[in-house]
Structure formats: C-alpha cells, structure tokens
C-alpha cells in the first residue's frame, strides 16, 4: 500500500515546478498501475474561469509522494523551474497544503 496521501476534491495542493502558490482539486481519477490524474483550479487572485483550469495527468503514486511520470533532465527549464526536484531527481511532485473540510455528521 502506498504512503503517499491521496489528493481528494476540495484538497489545496502545491507542484513543485508551477509558479502558482495553491490550487484546489476539482478532480481525481485514480487509473491501474498507481497512476492518478489530477484537475485542480488556481486560487485567487488567479482567474476563477474554466480557461485557467489546470490538469496534471499522469502523476504516478511512489512511496511517499506523488511524482510526474518521467524527470526532467538536469540543465533544461524544467528542471530549473521546479527547484531540481526531490534531492536533484528532477521530478515534479504534488503535495498537498491543506485538505478539504468535511461537513460534521452531527
């Protein structure tokens, strides 16, 4: 069973290489192979429109974290952009800032 925490809708999530600070999770859909795709939507003061909607397909659950399928290679933008990665691996990761608040059953 995988460590990492699963993103759920409403969740605030952070990706290590996207310059925007939060987003909320408007969808998951968790594929065979420990494969998610994740739809989130950039808080304000970013537009709230369908057009700045976001997905990050293809997001592979491994261990304690969820990672971009393949790494950016060391020297190109990607790399620079997203701080190198997890220990200079070069992989964009999600983590999540915050999660969703639950109604009370009572």
């Keep these: 069973m995988p460590d990492a925490m699963i993103p759920q809708v409403g969740d605030i999530i952070k990706m290590n290489g996207y310059?925007?600070?939060?987003?909320?999770?408007?969808?998951?859909?968790?594929?065979?192979?420990?494969?998610?795709?994740?739809?989130?939507?950039?808080?304000?003061?970013?537009?709230?429109?369908?057009?700045?909607?976001?997905?990050?397909?293809?997001?592979?659950?491994?261990?304690?974290?969820?990672?971009?399928?393949?790494?950016?290679?060391p020297g190109c933008s990607g790399y620079s952009s997203n701080g190198g990665g997890r220990n200079g691996d070069g992989y964009d990761e999600i983590t999540i800032i915050a999660r969703a608040e639950q109604p009370s059953l009572f």
């Excluded at 994740?38 to 976001?54: D, E, F, G, R, Y």
Aim: glycine letters at 6%.
């Design 19 to 73: 310059p925007i600070q939060g987003m909320r999770v408007t969808r998951v859909i968790e594929e065979p192979g420990a494969v998610l795709s994740v739809q989130a939507i950039p808080l304000p003061p970013c537009p709230q429109t369908k057009n700045h909607t976001n997905y990050f397909n293809r997001f592979v659950i491994d261990g304690d974290r969820i990672r971009s399928k393949a790494p950016w290679p």
